[in-house]
């Protein structure tokens, strides 16, 4: 089926990625799409959908706190160069900040005062989710960014619940 049709999109998740021989499997469908051309191009390629894209563009764009964009190493003088140079940064920290876990007991601690949460859901995903809600709740400003406008790290507020629903629910 792959050889006879021409537009090809491999979408494979985290079963695939994190198996005991994810890299293999994850080469194998980049090297089916390099050999026939079907990728680069409209409707072709293998298409990565991670548990929390969040990590992925955190990787590849330099959005962690603990390694520059590339994969880059952030404790490296001439790594922090490159990136600096490419993005003509007037300085870039030589040391890592707090990663994910560490943030929310920060949050939780009164360290952190303000929060922007994109596109994933600490709440239910995170080691320690119920200290993780709370932090969340207890923060002095948090931002919820999602494409759904309650989840499970933005639940409705009371005054959303005292109100019902802002409009009626439309067929599917």
């Known amino acids: 089926m792959f050889a006879r049709t021409e537009r090809v999109v491999t979408v494979f998740a985290q079963g695939v990625n994190q198996s005991t021989s994810g890299t293999d499997k994850v080469n194998a469908i980049l090297n089916c799409h390099l050999a026939t051309g079907r990728i680069g191009k409209p409707g072709m390629g293998p298409f990565s959908v991670t548990g929390q894209p969040n990590a992925m563009g955190g990787r590849e764009a330099g959005g962690l706190a603990n390694m520059l964009a590339a994969h880059l190493d952030l404790e490296n003088a001439e790594h922090r160069a490159a990136e600096r140079n490419f993005w003509t940064a007037p300085e870039i920290p030589d040391r890592q900040g707090l990663r994910v876990v560490d943030m929310f007991r ?17 709440a239910v995903s995170m080691p320690e989710a119920g200290a993780v809600a709370d932090a969340i709740a207890e923060c002095d400003a948090t931002v919820v ?11 409705p507020s009371a005054r959303e619940k005292a109100a019902g629903p802002a409009s009626p629910k439309l067929p599917r």
């Open 106 to 122: 920060a949050v939780g601690e009164g360290r952190i005062k303000a929060l922007w949460i994109a596109c994933t859901t600490p």
């Open 145 to 155: 960014s999602d494409i759904a406008g309650h989840t499970d790290t933005a639940p």
